[in-house]
């Protein structure tokens, strides 16, 4: 039996006629454009010869619109990365425009697949290395070494210990969300333009002497900070316990007497405590 209604066919129920129901004529509608938009995907991404195996025909409509977007996504990112010409040449990550730019797609391929550096590494996918050396504040020429423990630290510090025990657990892959990470640190760095301005400025050798010599003379000056306060105080101990070692000499004002205040009394600043056991010693001596 023919799941669609055989009714009248004037022109209050031509519908129920054609379709099973009255929802039926919007989803054909909604399908003859899902139909209409993959065939645009393939043709703007030049998509016909790259389907695969895959008969694109026996797809449900919108399930040829999700698999064409998705081929027409990696064919953007192939075609971004690998694009030739100024865009990449010369240091062209100290241009923010174009840094912000390959980080997006790195978090838009991270969405999918988590990206691991070892594969980068491997597969010398050096821009996409290059992005995220240098939201750490790396030196493209850094290793692979240099850049996972960087990526460590940062997750470890602007992240979550979650997140840098996912890192660790296989092939050191980044989420997206370990990106935005990097991203934050990268935007909070003030050190950014001056690291820039070293990488210009000077060759590989002098740069790290310079960095050396800075960082040893801001921990030098944060370590003379924290022993100041430490130095006055031992100075003032140190005075304090000449002028006990004098009067137990006899050098001071009370010769053995104050010596021995000192020891029954402590340290007393107050002269009316001194003065009351001063007086009561006298008075006793009297006595006896």
């Known amino acids: ?144 070494a240099q850049t996972i423990n960087s990526v460590e630290d940062i997750l470890g510090s602007y992240g979550s210990k979650e997140q840098v025990a996912a890192f660790d657990e296989y092939r050191h892959r980044l989420t997206k969300k370990d990106i935005e990470v990097l991203e934050k640190f990268h935007n909070n760095n003030d050190y950014v333009g001056m690291n820039y301005w070293l990488d210009n400025k000077l060759d590989a050798g002098w740069r790290d002497i310079l960095s050396g010599m800075y960082i040893l003379t801001m921990a030098k000056l944060y370590q003379w900070g924290a022993e100041t306060p430490k130095t006055k105080g031992n100075k003032g101990n140190a005075a304090k316990e000449d002028a006990v070692k004098k009067n137990d000499a006899g050098e001071g004002a009370g010769g053995a007497g104050s010596s021995i205040r000192d020891k029954l009394l402590g340290e007393v600043e107050n002269p009316k405590l001194i003065y009351q056991w001063t007086t009561i010693t006298v008075r006793r001596s009297e006595n006896g």
């Open 1 to 144: 039996m023919s799941p669609f209604h055989i009714g009248p066919t004037n022109r209050y129920t031509r519908f129920m006629v054609i379709f099973p129901s009255p929802a039926a004529p919007r989803q054909y509608l909604q399908e003859q454009k899902d139909r209409v938009a993959a065939q645009a995907v393939i043709k703007e991404y030049n998509l016909s010869g790259k389907m695969g195996p895959v008969n694109i025909n026996s797809l449900s409509p919108q399930k040829q619109v999700a698999y064409v977007c998705e081929l027409a996504e990696t064919e953007a990112a192939k075609q971004y990365w690998n694009q030739t010409g100024e865009y990449f040449s010369g240091c062209w990550w100290q241009d923010e425009k174009k840094l912000r730019e390959a980080s997006r797609m790195l978090k838009k391929a991270a969405k999918n697949k988590p990206i691991s550096l070892n594969d980068l590494a491997e597969n010398e996918q050096t821009r996409q290395m290059e992005t995220i050396q240098a939201l750490v504040s790396l030196k493209p020429q850094d290793n692979l």
